[in-house]
């Protein structure tokens, strides 16, 4: 399966200011997503980061607040703006991988503490 | 009604035991079924994927499909402490992945 690394891997931020988390694959994927983990909680999809093209976002997640970039193939960020404590999760980006049937891995996570 | 249901637990199983997981979905036209672990603090691990009815098996582990049934569970035998995780269970459905909420799984040595 792809390697798949986050960067940071956990960061504490202050009320208002916002932080790009950067996911990057060691091949081409198609498909690359965003999800939030808050703690004891299942995953939750913030969006498909489509290449070339802007994300698709789930409901009750918007651009505004979680602007996303995917410029190539190997490659997508996720900024979450003017954050609140209720932004504190774990931030982790999976990649699709294509063949009979498709299987979806995970990035190591970024832990964001809002204070 | 959600698209994948888990029991949350917790399960405890001796050290030795098989520790039986189970996960029901609502979309009969689901293709294909994943079984991921989670320890604490850490992302997502794929252990198991099946597509076909009946059982499969790697290692200590068996994923058992039952589409009729629409019920997907993991089997693991002879249970380790490091088994101890939150096991997620996932279907593709229309090229969409749903997850469910995770049961945690205590081994106790």
């Known amino acids: 399966s792809a390697v798949i690394s986050q960067k940071p891997s956990r960061d504490i931020c202050q009320r208002g200011t916002s932080l790009t988390i950067q996911c990057q694959v060691d091949?081409?994927?198609?498909?690359m997503f965003w999800y939030r983990q808050q703690p004891g909680q299942s995953l939750t999809l913030i969006a498909t980061a489509n290449q070339g093209s802007e994300a698709t976002y789930e409901s009750g997640f918007v651009i505004d607040k979680f602007p996303i970039s995917r410029p190539n193939l190997t490659f997508s960020t996720l900024t979450v703006s003017n954050m609140s404590p209720e932004d504190s999760s774990i931030y982790l980006c999976?990649?699709?991988?294509?063949?009979?049937?498709?299987?979806?891995?995970f990035g190591p996570g970024t832990r964001l503490t809002v204070l | 009604q959600k698209e994948v249901e888990q029991n949350s637990g917790p399960l405890s199983v001796p050290e030795g035991a098989i520790a039986s997981l189970n996960c029901t979905y609502s979309d009969r036209g689901s293709q294909s079924f994943f079984w991921y672990r989670q320890y604490s603090g850490k992302s997502p691990e794929l252990i198991m994927s099946i597509y076909s009815n009946g059982d499969k098996e790697d290692g200590r582990f068996t994923a058992q499909l039952n589409k009729a049934s629409q019920y997907v569970s993991l089997l693991i035998r002879d249970s380790q402490p490091s088994d101890s995780a939150t096991y997620l269970c996932?279907?593709?459905?229309?090229?969409?992945?749903?997850f469910g909420t995770g049961t945690s799984l205590t081994v106790i040595p």
């Open positions: 091949s081409q994927v198609t498909m």
């Open positions: 996932a279907v593709n459905t229309g090229n969409q992945f749903y």
């Open positions: 999976s990649v699709e991988e294509t063949g009979y049937y498709n299987e979806q891995f």
